[in-house]
């Protein structure tokens, strides 16, 4: 497939191929893992594919996999692009029970992941019913292949027959369990090259990827666009504030994506940490999945200069919110105004659209092709939408030049970090302890990360508050959830607020700790 032309490469998935052709020594992944040239990456996705299909796993169906930031991520991401393959990347933060949940869910038949995270891809692997494969990466895993073992001794050359894969990410609702975002139709990538925002230059520029590769933002924007660019990546596997300033002085990093949190850290340095780091090769910097304070944003501008953009969007599609720096310095603290291309409205609760500067749930249309559903959860896609608009349940305002202003948010997840995190869960767990009666877990604000989780506990008649009974809460929740979900404090109540209909009044919860703050 030396000939292989970039619409011929797009339509099959085949970019990574046309990149190992055309510049075959360009870094396609610099990692603590391992680096990789693309003729690299490439071969090891078409032996990944054969492999793969000696197991009987092709077109159509799943491969799920639970992996830091390591070159095998990408190899498995590439291999499922040229084969018709549905490639669903974890949360490797979770426990084993709730990645087992999520690999049997969204069918797999193949399961990949990292050998560091101890016993959790074993407990896993025992509740998926369709594997066929395992494999492991780093290390060995009980009952799993080694990845480089099973694949090395494979043809490396270009698979006949490629097909385009698809993505699947799992998202939560307030209920608790993850569900997949599932799209029928198979959207190609096309290189963002010349009149686009990120503009890639292949042979110029790198991007550094500073969040894992799970995550919705950092796989699109750091990982799938760059590559599918020719432009290699530069993968952290933890993020630190003045890693990210090295990283970019030595690799001369030109795209990168960050959340609000990253650039309070990063502001947070000294002076003269800051001066030790020649940042001028960046270009673009985009950041989203969680508000940012204005002064925050102003201060990383001022630093940066005019190479910060933000966007507004959803793993399920639409909105088309994008601004850059000198835009969004005339109207700071919004999040932009959509293309002609887009569809976006605020409705009130009785699905009426609202004035302008007046507050409402945030719709935006889906696009024709590529529209998403709940994967085998008819009942939340069916919830999402009115027509052919859905929500993520945002409240905001539009102004009068049509600029969108977000306020808060009417669903119940809570954004730390640019992470979503789901109270349900995090309640779940602490009605199992005998000391609780009743449980409201909620986001409060925190300068640093947007949101921090507290709990708010209506203990039994038979326990008082303490010190001590707010240590055993905590570590209650830390033994059977991710870290990151857990609160980070516990406060006591009498009684807490419920609806007629018996439902905790969650919002009226939140209110005393928002109140005063400008975004609620």
């Given amino acids: 497939m030396t000939d292989l ?262 502001l947070q340095l000294s002076e003269e940490t800051r001066a030790a780091y020649d940042l001028s090769s960046l270009r673009f910097v985009i950041h989203g999945a969680a508000p940012c304070p204005v002064h925050v944003k102003q201060k990383i501008i001022e630093w940066f200069g005019p190479v910060v953009w933000e966007y507004y969007a959803a793993t399920e599609g639409g909105g088309g919110f994008l601004i850059g720096s000198q835009e969004w310095l005339t109207k700071p603290g919004t999040v932009g105004k959509p293309g002609p291309e887009f569809d976006n409205k605020i409705l009130n609760d009785a699905g009426d659209e609202v004035a302008t500067g007046e507050v409402g749930t945030i719709y935006m249309r889906a696009p024709e092709t590529g529209r998403f559903e709940y994967y085998k959860d008819s009942k939340k896609t069916s919830g999402s939408y009115r027509g052919d608009y859905f929500t993520l349940g945002d409240l905001g305002y539009f102004d009068d030049e049509g600029y969108l202003f977000l306020t808060g948010r009417s669903a119940e997840l809570i954004i730390s970090g640019g992470v979503n995190i789901y109270p349900q869960e995090v309640d779940s767990e602490l009605l199992k302890h005998p000391a609780v009666q009743d449980v409201c877990t909620i986001g409060i604000p925190n300068e640093e990360w947007s949101e921090e989780v507290r709990s708010v506990v209506q203990l039994k008649d038979d326990y008082t508050p303490s010190e001590a009974l707010t240590d055993e809460l905590i570590q209650w929740v830390r033994d059977r959830l991710a870290g990151f979900k857990c609160p980070r404090s516990i406060d006591y109540v009498d009684q807490l607020p419920r609806s007629e209909a018996g439902k905790i009044q969650r919002r009226v919860v939140r209110e005393p700790y928002w109140a005063g703050q400008d975004r609620r």
């Fill in 5 to 266: 032309k970039i619409e011929d490469a797009v339509l099959n998935g085949m970019t990574i191929a046309y990149h190992a052709n055309r510049t075959p020594d360009a870094m396609a992944v610099i990692s603590d893992y391992g680096n990789r040239t693309f003729t690299e990456v490439n071969a090891n996705a078409n032996r990944l594919v054969r492999r793969l299909r000696e197991a009987g796993i092709g077109a159509g169906d799943s491969v799920a996999v639970a992996l830091k930031n390591r070159p095998e991520f990408v190899e498995v991401l590439a291999a499922a692009a040229r084969s018709g393959i549905r490639f669903t990347p974890i949360n490797f933060h979770l426990k084993g029970e709730e990645i087992g949940y999520v690999v049997d869910n969204c069918e797999a038949k193949a399961f990949i992941a990292d050998a560091t995270l101890g016993p959790a891809p074993i407990e896993a692997a025992a509740q998926a019913s369709n594997l066929r494969l395992k494999l492991s990466c780093g290390g060995v895993i009980a009952g799993f292949g080694d990845f480089n073992q099973e694949i090395q001794s494979l043809d490396s050359h270009n698979i006949s027959n490629p097909s385009l894969g698809s993505r699947m990410l799992y998202t939560s609702g307030t209920t608790g369990r993850p569900k997949g975002v599932y799209r029928k139709e198979r959207t190609p990538e096309a290189p963002q090259w010349g009149d686009t925002p990120g503009a890639y230059r292949p042979g110029q520029d790198m991007d550094l990827c500073t969040g894992p590769g799970y995550h919705a933002a950092p796989l699109l924007i750091d990982i799938v666009q760059p590559l599918t660019s020719g432009v290699g990546v530069v993968m952290m596997d933890r993020w630190d504030a003045e890693a990210t300033l090295r990283l970019i002085h030595e690799h001369k990093i030109t795209h990168t994506h960050m959340v609000a949190t990253m650039f309070h850290r990063l």
